[in-house]
């Protein structure tokens, strides 16, 4: 193996464990992975992958290099790594790894660069840092990209705007875009992580607190039900009129943050936009309020805000739960430095709705690989004919069975004479 950067090889036979567990709970992933042993469609293709180094992902890698591609791994987020899979990774997989939990953001940026020194064929990103920097300091790599995929809905946003600027330099899959993912990963995946970050940063009972979930897109939607379904009080915030209606008619409250802000108890973001917790908002919270973040970047809380609103530096009061406290003596409780917290507190999403999303993503790799030269520079979901397949494979191997169109029902659907 050429390099890597991890925290601490030892603890590999750890981190294998866990790989072997959310293995067993991933068997789409298993799946194709027979079929790219047998088959080799990446072989000879380079993988620079910019992922969450979960049990997950481990698995997708093992997924990637079982098909033949050479692949290496660096961190999308200074704070989501799981560094005994980062060791494991290295030791029992020889795939190169540049991620330790924690790192700076100047460490951050030289693990993209190591990961982009792979020279790659094609990228695979959460959150487009790995294209983005590609394309604005490392553009003699660009000869050899045949194309990318992406997975989460803030890079897809990026990815779109790149390509409407005309700066996107090859066509990028948008894992995002396919039912199969967003539907589950961002619902029922982030749902149930991030309430599991916030427990576990905190122990807080939830039931008979107000929880303020701002925006409701599939992760909004996914965290108001689970937050109620503890227990808790749930308003939601929105911008977008029909989202804000469609969370009145799901039962929730609705109101402006600044409303909100003084009735929380516990807040998370999940909107990809900037100051959505603002310094007025913290001006106006309850004493003891917590403040969490749930979507891709840290940059939905104002925390340069809060800290000129405190007295002297935080105080970290538990493992990625720092204290604020305020000059008129409010103390208000940031969690996980406002990173995702469904990763920087607790483990992401569960290997079962990880195993739909990273399906997704090998047959994306697949795709580019097969037909990456004659596609245009921008952004493609993946036929609708892979989604319905992931998903009937996911029902299969669940063991649940479901109805087929008659022939008669076949020949209404498609006739136009018959009405009432
Ligand atoms: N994004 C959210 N949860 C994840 C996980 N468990 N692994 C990789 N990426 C994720």
């Not at 079982?66 to 980062?86: E, F, H, K, M, Y």
């Amino acid at each position: 193996m050429s390099d890597y950067h991890i925290s601490d090889a030892s603890l590999a036979p750890g981190g294998k464990l866990r790989i072997d567990w959310a293995e067993e709970e991933m068997p789409v992933l298993r799946q194709l992975k027979a079929r790219f042993e047998k088959e080799q469609p990446l072989k000879g293709m380079r993988i620079s992958a910019c992922l969450h180094v979960t049990t997950e992902t481990a698995n997708l890698m093992a997924t990637l290099q079982a098909g033949g591609a050479d692949v290496v791994i660096c961190a999308s987020n200074p704070l989501s790594t799981q560094d005994d899979v980062a060791a494991s990774l290295v030791v029992n997989y020889e795939i190169p790894v540049y991620a330790i939990k924690g790192e700076d953001k100047t460490t951050y940026f030289s693990h993209i660069e190591a990961a982009l020194n792979h020279k790659p064929h094609l990228t695979m990103d959460d959150g487009a840092d790995l294209v983005s920097e590609l394309h604005k300091n490392r553009r003699e790599l660009l000869e050899h990209v045949v194309g990318g995929t992406e997975e989460t809905t803030t890079g897809v946003i990026r990815l779109r705007a790149m390509a409407a600027d005309k700066a996107l330099m090859f066509p990028v899959v948008a894992v995002n875009d396919s039912a199969t993912k967003h539907m589950f990963d961002n619902r029922y995946g982030t749902g149930q992580s991030t309430i599991d970050g916030i427990v576990r940063a905190t122990n807080i009972l939830l039931a008979g607190r107000t929880v303020v979930v701002a925006g409701y897109g599939w992760c909004g939607r996914g965290i108001a039900n689970r937050a109620r379904g503890m227990g808790a009080q749930v308003v939601v915030t929105e911008i977008d009129p029909i989202k804000a209606l469609e969370a009145l008619m799901d039962g929730f409250t609705i109101m402006p943050m600044e409303a909100a802000a003084r009735i929380g108890d516990i807040f998370v973001t999940a909107t990809g936009d900037v100051n959505v917790i603002d310094k007025h908002h913290f001006e106006v919270m309850k004493n003891g309020a917590l403040v969490s973040n749930s979507g891709h970047f840290n940059v939905e809380i104002n925390i340069p805000a809060l800290e000129q609103m405190s007295q002297g530096k935080p105080k970290q009061v538990r493992p990625f739960v720092d204290q604020f406290l305020l000059k008129d003596g409010r103390k208000i409780n940031l969690l996980g430095e406002g990173r995702l917290i469904n990763l920087a507190a607790a483990e992401g999403h569960p290997a079962s709705v990880m195993d739909m999303s990273f399906a997704n993503q090998a047959l994306g790799a697949e795709f580019i690989f097969k037909n990456g030269k004659s596609l245009e520079k921008r952004v493609y979901a993946l036929p609708e004919s892979v989604d319905r397949e992931i998903a009937r494979l996911k029902l299969a191997a669940m063991g649940v069975k479901i109805d087929t169109l008659t022939a008669e029902q076949e020949a209404y659907l498609n006739q136009w004479q018959e009405g009432t």
